[in-house]
């Protein structure tokens, strides 16, 4: 089945120790979504790539950075985790333009020790 | 049961029962709508949208309402089931390539 695959399903980390989370998709969208999801809360968007194009929602600390490398896959990356990067992190697919659904994976949650 | 979204995040509904989600919308350019439906540590998965140009969709068992005037969107859910207890968020789009999520909303099913 064509989907969206989010690895790993967990991940711990240390303060201020690197990580990247990965996205992979077999349905050949165009665009690829971040979204961080912390505890009862919505999922807020990060940043989205329309194929090779980033778009940096105006709110999103430096401390994410996100590469494309292909359609297929897409990286976040946080520089230097804080106790408050401690969430899930789902990453989503869509074809473009307006009015189209989005297609998430299962999610990353990521832990701060 | 019914929820008023952003002021009451939680609703409890007896197994049958017909269930009632609220969300209100921010954005007046925003034209198209999507019911999530979460499941605990889950992606969210999509339930159904809804076009600005429509008032009414369908679904099985789900119907979605939206009344522009007053910015509201609504998820009705019949003969509520068990496996209907997740958290529900609506999600808004304007423009091309975004997709912005409202506040959600817990719906319990008693069985």
């Known amino acids: 089945d064509a989907m969206v695959i989010q690895n790993p399903r967990y991940q711990v980390t240390q303060f201020g120790k690197p990580v990247t989370l990965s996205c992979s998709q077999t349905?050949?969208?165009?665009?690829m979504y971040w979204y961080q999801q912390k505890s009862s809360q919505a999922p807020k968007l990060l940043f989205h790539y329309y194929d090779k194009d980033f778009n940096n929602e105006a709110d999103t600390p430096d401390n994410f950075q996100s590469r494309r490398p292909n359609t297929s896959f897409c990286f976040l990356d946080i520089r230097s985790p804080g106790l408050g990067d401690a969430a899930m992190y789902l990453c989503?697919?869509?074809?473009?333009?307006?009015?189209?659904?989005?297609?998430f994976g299962q999610g990353t949650r990521l832990t701060v020790v | 049961g019914e929820s008023v979204g952003l002021h009451l995040p939680t609703l409890s509904v007896q197994e049958g029962d017909n269930s009632i989600i609220n969300c209100a919308y921010s954005n007046s350019a925003s034209d198209y709508f999507i019911w999530y439906k979460q499941e605990s540590g889950k992606g969210p998965q999509f339930i159904i949208d809804i076009r600005s140009n429509m008032d009414k969709r369908q679904g099985q068992r789900v119907t979605v309402l939206l009344n522009k005037t007053v910015k509201h969107l609504s998820l009705q859910i019949a003969a509520t089931q068990p496996g209907d207890s997740a958290v529900y968020f609506c999600a808004e789009n304007h423009g091309a390539n975004n997709l912005f999520f409202g506040t959600g909303t817990r719906l319990t099913v008693i069985p």
């Open positions: 349905l050949n969208h165009n665009v």
């Open positions: 989503a697919t869509s074809r473009p333009g307006q009015g189209t659904e989005a297609f």
